[in-house]
Structures are given as structure tokens and as C-alpha cells.
């Protein structure tokens, strides 16, 4: 990524060691600014104004929205057997949240996984993995049949004849997903 700066000669300083210890490179040639408030903003390329005592938060959030996210991946890292495996996004049947322990279910292994579930919502979502209630995401690739059930709430049998229960919140979402 690179930055181009505009500001007090020691705040500069200070911005160019962040960015080289962060990976970024300054740059007159940049798309990007970084503008002290009260200095002149160059024209055509995108400005984040900071303040001299916020520049770390304006730069944390800059460099934080340039990062590449993992969105999109077909494969999940889990842990299992003292080992780590790569899991084929297609092989699973759900991910549940227990607490802080995250656990996904394929056909032939259980896997402990290391992210949130709302990291795994974000990232997997592409692949079909839904939320089903607060504690549950499912592979609906893999879902054989939808039950209707007490209020408004939906029963997935997926293919391994496992149900389970979609939440009156997410069953509205759910129904829409798949125009039902």
C-alpha cells in the first residue's frame, strides 16, 4: 500500500516510521493522503484528514480497510487428532459456537476451529454457509429437506438425516435466501 503525506515536518517523521514498520510505503505518487488538518489537500486523490493526536487511529484505519480479507476461501483451517487439516468449504454440515469454542461438523470428522463464528459467517457466506440462530451456521448445499415448524421457525434435515432447529429471526432471512 502506499500513502502520501501531508502534514508538519515532525509529524512526517513520525507517520513514515509507522507506515515502513507496517509495510506501507510513502509515495508522491500515492492514491491515497494522509492530511494533517490545516494542510493543503492535493486534488484528485482520496484525503484522510487526522489530527496530530489521532494520526495513529486515522492510519490504524486506513491500513486496516486496505487489508485483504480471506472472503471467498475453499478451504477452513481446523484443528483435530493434534493436528491441523484443511477442510473443504463443500464438506461441511454445520459450525456451531459453544462459548468460545467454535466447532465444525463434516461427515467424517469434528474439527475445532480458531476465528468467531461471525468471522466464519463473513468469510463463508459465499459458499452457502448461512446462519441458522445465534449459535449455528449451516451448509444449506447440504441441507436435504426444510421442515416448516412452531412459530414461523423452519427444522433443516441435512443430508446425514442431522436436524437442526432455524430460529424465528433467521428463518425469515432463511426464506428469503431460498425464495420460499
Not at 487489508?67 to 487439516?85: A, H, I, L
Not at 459450525?95 to 465444525?104: F, L, M, Q, R, V
Request: some cysteine; glycine content about 4%.
Amino acid at each position: 500500500m502506499d500513502i502520501q503525506i501531508s502534514c508538519s515536518e515532525q509529524m512526517k517523521e513520525k507517520i513514515h516510521r509507522t507506515v515502513t514498520k507496517l509495510g506501507a510505503n510513502v509515495s508522491e505518487n500515492a492514491k491515497i493522503v494522509m492530511v494533517e488538518r490545516g494542510f493543503e489537500m492535493p486534488p484528485g486523490k482520496l484525503a484522510i484528514v487526522f489530527d496530530p493526536i489521532d494520526y495513529m487511529e486515522a492510519f490504524e484505519l486506513l491500513y486496516n480497510a486496505a487489508e485483504p480479507k480471506q472472503v471467498g476461501s475453499d478451504t477452513v483451517t481446523g484443528f483435530s487428532n493434534s493436528r491441523y487439516w484443511l477442510i473443504p468449504v463443500k464438506d461441511i454440515n454445520h459450525i456451531d459456537a459453544n462459548g468460545s469454542e467454535i466447532t465444525c461438523y463434516t461427515d467424517k470428522e469434528t474439527y475445532y476451529l480458531k476465528n468467531n463464528l461471525q468471522y466464519y459467517e463473513e468469510i463463508l457466506s459465499c459458499h452457502g454457509i448461512v446462519r441458522i440462530n445465534k449459535s449455528q451456521l449451516v451448509n444449506i448445499m447440504n441441507v436435504k429437506e426444510i421442515i416448516p415448524w412452531f412459530n414461523a421457525r423452519l427444522v433443516l434435515v441435512l443430508k446425514n438425516n442431522q436436524e437442526l432447529e432455524v430460529s424465528k429471526l433467521y428463518s425469515k432471512a432463511l426464506r428469503k435466501t431460498l425464495n420460499i
